[in-house]
């Protein structure tokens, strides 16, 4: 790999990273939150620590 294709793979990850950041860990976060909340709201308290996995 020359240094010109390792430097177009990485700005390729940079972008890909940005999209990511961008447009979709929002809403994978916010999904987390609500069924986060729900589930709480459904056991009848606020008392239990969010566990991302």
């Not at 940079?14 to 976060?29: G, N, W, Y």
């Not at 709480?40 to 991302?52: D, H, P, Q, S």
């Amino acid at each position: 790999m020359t240094p010109e294709e390792f430097q177009k793979r990485l700005k390729a990850k940079e972008r890909e990273l940005k999209k990511f950041i961008d447009d979709d860990l929002p809403r994978h976060l916010g999904k987390l939150a609500v069924g986060h909340f729900k589930d709480n709201f459904r056991k009848g308290g606020f008392g239990k620590v969010l566990k991302i996995q």
